[in-house]
């Protein structure tokens, strides 16, 4: 892995910009993926992903700077300031999905208050420059174990939708595990959940070979991404965030 890591590294290709967003975005449909991704279309805001913003925000000002207090009284305090009040379809939904986000944060002070690691980068970027790859990601939180390791989290809202079998292959993990190593020099690094809707916190690992993995994926989809392979899939259609604004969109299958 490492051997194979150095080889690709630094390369002269044009760069193909890909992330786990990016990836999921051509995974779903290649088509997808160019609208987004080359052609600038933007989703509308819905509430779901204003909560989503909102609690993310509220935990990264809340653990990063100087500021060392932690109380709940403060992090509720933060939320209100950060919270991203648009694209609710009412009023009703709009405070159902305030105080929804309101116990997550107290799931996760009940759980945070337990760890006794130190919290050192919150909304952490990496950057990996590979063979004409720039693979990027935002790792949510990294803190330093009293051991010396590294442990990334990874914040969830739906506990509900993650079994252990997804929780230990998730891409999103294998590629921030690789994105820690690589780009932002950290070793040993392990991996955790905060599932904020529940208040589980759920460790789990990468092997070689699902890291190997995720890499020739990275590669193969740059290769694709590369020649200009974006042939809409439309057995996705149906669930399409733009199918109204997409002149490919045809559902229940193939043209
Ligand atoms: S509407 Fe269909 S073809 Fe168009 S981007 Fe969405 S999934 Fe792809």
Known sequence: MIKEFFRKLMGKKEPVE??????????????????????????SPNGSMSLGMSLHRA???????????????????????????????????????????????????E???????TVIATEKNFFLPLDGIKLMGSIDRIDKNPDGSFEII????????????????????????????????????????????NGTSCATTRSEEQKNGAMDLVFEISEKIRSKHFEPNYSY???????????????????
């Open 59 to 109: 935990l990264a000002n809340y653990l990063g700077g100087d500021h060392q207090e932690r109380s709940l009284d403060r992090l509720f305090q933060i939320y209100d300031e950060v919270w991203v009040n648009e694209g609710f379809a009412n009023t009703q939904e709009t405070l159902d999905s305030y105080d929804a986000g309101r116990r997550m944060l107290q799931n996760f002070f």
């Open 237 to 255: 259609c149906e669930r399409c965030e733009f199918a109204r604004r997409c002149a490919n969109y045809k559902p229940g299958g193939k043209r």
């Open 154 to 197: 990874e914040y969830k809202t739906q506990a509900d939708n993650w079994s252990p079998q997804r929780m230990g292959s998730d891409l999103q993990l294998t590629l921030y595990e690789i994105g820690a190593e690589k780009g932002l020099a950290l070793t040993p690094v392990h991996l955790r959940y905060f599932f904020l809707s």
């Open 111 to 117: 759980i945070d208050r337990l760890k006794t690691s």
């Open 18 to 43: 890909l992330s786990y967003s990016r990836i999921q975005s051509y995974k779903k449909c290649p088509w997808l993926f160019k609208l987004v991704y080359m052609d600038g279309m933007r989703s």
